[in-house]
C-alpha cells in the first residue's frame, strides 16, 4: 500500500493558484476542490481554473467534485485535465455508470462518501470504482475539526477493500494533520487531503514531506 499526501487548494492563495501549485510539486496528486454553492454551501472553481491549473504544474490533479449532476459535469473535468474525477453517491444519479464513464474517459474513477452516508450498501461497488473517499468534515470548508467518530468507518471500508482483494485506494479528507494523520492510517487509509496543514504551513513542501513521514510511521510503510 502507497500512502499518499494530495495537498488541497481550497487552502491556498486563490490569486496565485499557478504558484501555489508549484509550491508543493513533489506532493501525489494536487486536490481540488470544486463547489457549485448546491450540494455544499461554498462555491469554489470549475472547468475553465482546473484547465489552467493543469497547465500550470507537472503534479496531477485529483478533481473532487462537490456538486449537483455530476454525471453531466464529470467528463468535461477529464478534457480539463483532471487524472482522476471524484463524485459524491449523494449526488449521482447513476454511480455505476458515472464511473464506467470516468474510466472509459481514461481517468481515474473515485466516489465520495459524506460522514452520514455509509459504506456498507455500495460494497458491490467497489470493484467499478480506483478509489473510495471518506470525509472526515462535512464537506464545503477547509479548516474544520476532523471527525473523529469516521474512524471506524475508515476501518470498515479497509475491510471490505480488502475481502474483495482490491486495489483501490483509500482517500480520507478534512480535518487531516500531524496530529490526526497517523490515525486515518493506522484505519486503513492511504491518500490523504491535507489543506489548511500543508498551506497553512510556512514551508508547505516540507509539510507534505512531515505528513508522509507520519503516516509511514504510523504503518511501517514506505510512500511513493
Ligand atoms: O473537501 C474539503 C472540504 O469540503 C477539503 O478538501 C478541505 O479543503 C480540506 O481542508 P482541511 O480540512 O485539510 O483544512
Redesign the pocket.
Known amino acids: 500500500m502507497a500512502l499518499q499526501i494530495n495537498p ?4 491556498a492563495d486563490f490569486s496565485r493558484l499557478a504558484d501555489e501549485a508549484k509550491a508543493v510539486e513533489g506532493a501525489d496528486w494536487l ?1 481540488v ?1 470544486v ?1 457549485d454553492n448546491h450540494f ?1 454551501p ?1 462555491l469554489t472553481l470549475g472547468v475553465p481554473v482546473v484547465d489552467s491549473l493543469g497547465k500550470a504544474t507537472e503534479t496531477p490533479l485529483d478533481c ?1 467534485l ?1 456538486i449537483d449532476d455530476p454525471d453531466r459535469w464529470a467528463p468535461q473535468y477529464i478534457e480539463a485535465g483532471a487524472g482522476s474525477v471524484t463524485f459524491h453517491v449523494e449526488a449521482a444519479a447513476a454511480p455505476v455508470r458515472l464511473a464506467r464513464e470516468i474510466r472509459a474517459k481514461g481517468a481515474r474513477a473515485s466516489m465520495a462518501l459524506k460522514p452520514a452516508t455509509p459504506i456498507e450498501p455500495y460494497e458491490d461497488l467497489l470493484p467499478e470504482l480506483d478509489m473510495l473517499l471518506v ?10 475539526a ?1 471527525l473523529d467518530i469516521m474512524l471506524p468507518k475508515i476501518r470498515r471500508t479497509r475491510q471490505l477493500i480488502d475481502k474483495h482483494g482490491l486495489q483501490m485506494w483509500l482517500q480520507v ?5 500531524a496530529a490526526t494523520i497517523e490515525r486515518c492510517a493506522e484505519a486503513g487509509a492511504d491518500v490523504f ?8 504551513a510556512d514551508d508547505p513542501a516540507k509539510a507534505v514531506q512531515a505528513l508522509r513521514q507520519l503516516a509511514e510511521k504510523a504503518t511501517g510503510t514506505p510512500g511513493t
Open positions: 488541497s487548494i481550497l487552502s486536490h476542490d463547489m455544499v461554498n473532487h462537490m470525509m472526515t468534515v462535512e464537506p464545503g470548508f477547509g479548516g474544520q476532523f479528507d478534512g480535518g487531516v494533520s487531503v491535507a489543506g489548511s496543514a500543508v498551506y497553512g
